[in-house]
């Protein structure tokens, strides 16, 4: 369930999207989430800060779904690029963000620190998202030229959300358009790799903070997706009747599903852990699994 922050970040992106950052009014903002204006003070200073708001939501937003993409363990490695797009362009869509951008026409804006600073983190963010997912696929032979591909990428991504605004519109579904893209950068990555491509960007320039990488939802969804494998690994070669097997087998099932739901009951996860926990040798996937969850 949404609590009223969100709410009146999602409104807010709604009419910014719509009638622009200028033009949208706090009273606006106010009326369409149900609040006097009084009331969306206790939330946010100003116009502004829910304008940050809504970039970091944004980042959020995506840092979920590559999360439980990653933990889906029945996803095949030459699926995840089409996916990563897909993602990245399903979460535009719906939040209207890329309009919302395009709308803004205050410059001004763009010398306020906070602003600057949730689309830096945002920004880097992403960049470290898709580094980690294409070497998850390539290899660290990737590494030298990941920024290329992903300036490439953004490059194919921000066309295509941007020209249907102009009046053109594609000849294919989003879904095909993530398929086609994630094909064209397996066969750049492939050729790049076997011509000796010479990056043009350093990506060791990038300071990287040990911070972000553990809290990538790359690395966390690769350790989410390791643990359940290990768990059905460990499940299979239980001492136990076929009775009790076939409770933890259903049980794990019912985990794996919760995990990879945008909306996770914790309370239902304590659960599950709790009742496959009463086995010694699941504990330690169990309690692995929690802490990255933050259960």
Not at 152 to 157: K, L, P, T, W
Not at 164 to 172: A, F, I, S
Request: charged residues 25%; contains cysteine; proline residues 2%.
């Amino acid at each position: 369930m949404k609590n009223k922050e969100d709410e009146i970040i999602e409104v807010a992106l709604q009419l910014f999207s719509v009638k622009g950052y200028t033009a949208t009014s706090v009273d606006e903002i106010a009326k369409e989430s149900g609040i006097a204006k009084a009331s969306f003070y206790k939330f946010f200073q100003s116009k502004e800060d829910v304008l940050v708001a809504t970039v970091m939501m944004h980042g959020r937003k995506i840092d979920e779904a590559i999360r439980i993409m990653y933990s889906d363990t029945q996803l095949a490695s030459e699926q995840k690029i089409a996916e990563f797009v897909r993602i990245y362009l399903q979460n535009s869509l719906d939040t209207k963000f890329h309009t919302m951008m395009m709308s803004m026409h205050d410059k001004s804006l763009f010398h306020s620190e906070k602003l600057i600073e949730a689309f830096l983190i945002v920004e880097f963010k992403l960049s470290k998202w898709t580094t980690d997912c294409l070497v998850d696929i390539y290899g660290e032979q990737v590494e030298p030229f990941a920024y290329d591909v992903i300036f490439m990428i953004r490059g194919m991504m921000m066309q295509y959300l941007i020209l249907p605004m102009m009046g053109l519109k594609p000849n294919t579904t989003d879904e095909e358009f993530a398929a086609l893209l994630g094909n064209t950068i397996d066969i750049w990555i492939k050729g790049m790799i076997k011509y000796n491509y010479v990056p043009i960007w350093d990506w060791k320039q990038l300071k990287v903070d040990p911070e972000h990488i553990k809290e990538s939802p790359v690395f966390k969804g690769i350790i989410i997706h390791d643990a359940l494998l290990d768990l059905k690994r460990l499940l299979h070669h239980l001492q136990v009747s076929d009775e009790q097997k076939e409770d933890y087998r259903q049980v794990l099932h019912e985990l794996e599903q919760e995990i990879l739901s945008t909306h996770q009951r914790k309370g239902m996860l304590k659960a599950m852990f709790s009742f496959l926990s009463q086995e010694s040798s699941l504990v330690e996937k169990c309690n692995l699994l929690q802490s990255v969850l933050d259960i």
